[in-house]
């Protein structure tokens, strides 16, 4: 496929009026042609209309005719082949395998949303059957099934540029939930964009989709995002950014005349919990473990575990010692883009340069690339300091090293929302994990025992999400099938005859649905 | 039961030393003792520290803990007798029929909701069980389940002193989910408030669960209210009432430096459709039942049939004779207060000199009493109208007639979000309420056939909601068991153990939940 820098909008690929911009190659800053214009709010607009008049054939079609276009979508992405993997390295400096693993994600994510569409429990089915005898009043025939909230509005992220982008999660589930997708391509990689979308728009017009169900805009600056947002076509938003873009999304939509949805997955620094057992039993494994955790990617996971909660024992001291050693055999990483090195560069000299905060490890530096940075501190020093429990995002953690047990359980209940709290745990640690619990729950998304937080499995029981500020909304995920619960609203039907009902309301249910009926879940027959 | 006008914080009663207020009569306008005194923001605040104190362990109780303190609560309700209905008449001005079936919907409410917490589908429990030798990477153990929010605000509602008021759906759900929960009364019906806010307050204590699991606050002006949601222990809120109030407490919580939900159930006409078939077979008596609905309990119901749309034909006369006549027997009706009658005659007297709508029927009229009134207008003047789309709380209706099939279709696919939408209709009308359907679903959380909007059960299927304005989150509802939805979020466990798993989430299923293994829904053993 030879990119043309066009936007996609429905069947259509346009060269975009607004300002010109380029992709670049991250590891040697090179321009990658070709160039891009940003979409104008005509172009906006027209997407969104496109998208309205595709919603109600869109949302019409059966579940196993979207199955199959998300099937098709991720056919055709495996099928960009090399030259897709190719410009993702190129426009992210992320390595081959990172880039190969996150396409099989993106693909295997896009079959799983297919499966769940067909297996249809995301439906909801409630049947309330009609008590004509009851007394003082009859019950009508109630049923409810969930239907789609309309066009969404999805920003591409720039750290996942698969799994995160024009076609990751955010499209993925909104498309699986009869939504069609506006996307705003994330600026700093136009190149893998534009190839993707291409394979959307040409899996829409194989599966013989009215061509509004997906649009791919191209942009830089805040207009187009912000047309986007305000667009009244637009039902619902999903983003994966940063905590002042998130926000800044939020408002617009809460200043819509009909506010809308944002979906923003934001801000997270990711606690892990060492407890004594944990540190006592594998101190130095661990310590070299999680400089791996720390420096995959140059650290540029929304689950990079950037904080350390430890009581100081033998075992922490080991564990210091093998993350110091990992620390100084840490090659220096390409980041994303010129923009994430500034921003890292500068969260790291704030830390270093803060009172009661000293270096505990730094890895390789090189010109144009991160060095990872590990620092140490105490509770006391964390709690006065708010600046330390924000996230600097990259390969950046602080390990808070406290004697006062009391000091480190009031530091974890004052903690901002999290995607994920990390616990490093043996038997020994049962007790204090059991105490813990309750506070983490409330706390995260996502729970996880001597593991890792980075790598984030797309399946049913997943969350990727949590109390804000790691989301605005944390009701929802952004990963796994639960995610396509964003885009829908109940709908109920009261005595409609049988054979005007929806498929999934009918008595002979022939889409083959779990329902409840009458309160009761019931199998189908 | 004697009423001492004083606020309930967790287990006290204490006296507001606010602004100081009474309820009145609604019929005769005379002042009902005691006074009440509203609520400081210093009770706010204690009421909600009390709420989040009360949050870890109201979770932590069992679910049969927490449905056996509902059926208190409920039988609480029952045992305050006649003294309850004999206030809440008062204070409404509703009659006792009416009173005596919205307690037996509360009381019923908070029965449905002990058995949606025993039956456990809310927990939405998924399990994908460890994949050790998949490659290229085994999967960890992940398992899912849904947790109570935190403590909510409620603001009780003044059409429904009892079902949308201190334990109403609102309250039974929060608490349902889990969620301690602080109401803020309706200054309406104080003493109805206070009534049930004590059998709460007894239900708590006899229950044996914290005391900050339930708080009662007092209050005129908006200051209460405001404080409420704005107070960082309170992260989510429900409320039903008036458009501007539920706008107004969406912008305070989305200011919140944490922004929370805002479930507002605001505003809706409820469109009815009169179908030619309909018409032609019944018009007289479709035009009498309508009169029925529209002035039950003066028309102060959130699904009062405020827009009737028809095709002029003979049916549609004979409807328009029959509702007509009926308008002549309407009785004049008591409105709850004051406030609600002066808006309801500005509105209805706006409609009267609007140029284009003309009146089909007046109710009979009467000093402080509120006078039925049927409208009738062409599409053209509806469209280029847009006060003609506002809700007029009240017994209000506007019939819009044309003969112009695309105008009307064009009217429907302009209007904004409602509750209901009702269509009357034959066999003969068949093939026009399959081209309306989709464009109705878009449009309504409920969409009812041959019936009346008002009434709305309380079961599995009810959807009470619907896109903007009908409330300010079309992706639930505030009636039915499925609003304990609103009050979750859901958490994933990776890797824990199996003895330090929640109950939900262990193999044994101690439960006996219905749950999704590796996707696949799943019996309970």
Redesign the interface.
């Known amino acids: 496929m030879s990119l043309t820098g066009e936007m996609l909008i429905g069947a259509s690929a346009l060269r975009g009026t607004g300002q010109s911009f380029s992709g670049f190659d991250a590891a040697s800053g090179a321009e990658l042609a070709p160039h891009y214009g940003s979409a104008t709010e005509a172009d906006v607009a027209r997407a969104c209309t496109l998208a309205e008049e595709a919603f109600?054939p869109y949302r019409?079609a059966s579940p196993d005719i979207r199955a199959k276009f998300l099937e098709l979508a991720a056919s055709k992405i495996d099928a960009l082949g090399d030259a897709l993997t190719d410009r993702a390295c190129a426009e992210t400096g992320l390595p081959r395998g990172r880039i190969e693993?996150e396409r099989g994600r993106t693909v295997g994510q896009l079959r799983l949303f297919a499966?769940?569409v067909r297996?249809g429990?995301w439906q909801?089915v409630?049947?309330?059957p009609a008590l004509p005898d009851r007394k003082?009043?009859a019950?009508?025939d109630?049923?409810?099934r969930m239907?789609p909230?309309?066009p969404v509005g999805v920003f591409g992220a720039s750290n996942f540029p698969l799994a995160f982008s024009v076609a990751g999660g955010d499209t993925a589930s909104a498309l699986a939930a009869g939504c069609p997708v506006v996307v705003k391509a994330h600026p700093a990689h136009p190149g893998t964009s534009e190839m993707v979308g291409r394979a959307m728009q040409a899996a829409v017009k194989e599966a013989g989709l009215p061509e509004g169900v997906f649009s791919l805009l191209f942009g830089v600056g805040d207009a187009l995002g912000t047309a986007l947002v305000a667009d009244p076509h637009i039902k619902a938003v999903g983003f994966t950014g940063s905590r002042a873009g998130g926000l800044a999304l939020?408002?617009i939509a809460?200043a819509r005349h009909?506010?809308i949805?944002v979906y923003a997955e934001m801000s997270s620094i990711n606690p892990v919990l060492l407890l004594p057992g944990a540190l006592a039993a594998s101190g130095a494994a661990l310590g070299k473990a999680f400089v791996g955790s720390l420096t995959m990617g140059a650290g540029q996971f929304c689950t990079n575990p950037g904080l350390l909660l430890a009581i100081p024992s033998d075992g922490l001291n080991a564990f210091v010692t093998a993350a110091g050693e990992a620390m100084g055999d840490a090659a220096a990483g390409v980041m994303l883009h010129k923009g994430i090195l500034a921003a890292y560069e500068k969260g790291v000299a704030k830390l270093g340069d803060t009172a009661g905060v000293k270096s505990l490890g730094a890895g390789h530096k090189a010109e144009g690339k991160a060095g990872a940075a590990f620092f140490g501190t105490d509770a006391a020093t964390f709690e006065k300091t708010p600046h330390l429990a924000d996230e600097v995002f990259g390969a950046a953690g602080l390990l808070v090293a406290d004697a006062d047990l009391m000091a480190l359980a009031r530091l974890i209940q004052g903690l901002e929302?999290q995607l994920t709290i990390t616990v490093h745990m043996t038997d020994d640690d049962?007790a204090l994990?059991?105490a813990l619990?309750?506070v983490l729950?409330?706390k995260?998304?996502?729970?996880?025992?001597?593991?890792w937080p980075t790598?984030v499995?797309v399946?049913?029981?997943?969350?990727h999400?949590g109390?804000?500020?790691a989301t605005?909304?944390?009701?929802?995920?952004s990963v796994g099938?639960?995610a396509i619960r964003r885009f829908?609203?109940?709908?109920?039907?009261?005595?409609?005859?049988e054979?005007?009902l929806p498929d999934a309301l009918q008595d002979a249910n022939p889409q083959g649905l779990?329902r409840?009926i009458?309160?009761v879940?019931t199998?189908p027959v």
Chains 1, 2 share one sequence.
């Not at 995260?444 to 593991?451: K, Q, S, V």
């Not at 399946?459 to 969350?463: G, I, R, S």
């Not at 829908?488 to 005859?497: F, G, K, S, T």
């Open positions: 109600a019409a693993g499966q769940e297996e429990s909801d409630r049947l309330d003082p009043l019950r009508p109630l049923r409810m239907i909230l309309g939020g408002k809460a009909e506010p949805p929302g049962e994990f059991t619990l309750p729950e409330t995260a998304g996502r729970i996880l025992i001597n593991g790598g499995e399946c049913h029981a997943m969350v999400g109390p804000f500020p605005s909304d944390a009701r929802t995920t099938t639960l829908l609203r109940p709908v109920c039907y009261q005595n409609v005859a054979p005007l779990w409840r009458d309160g879940m199998a």
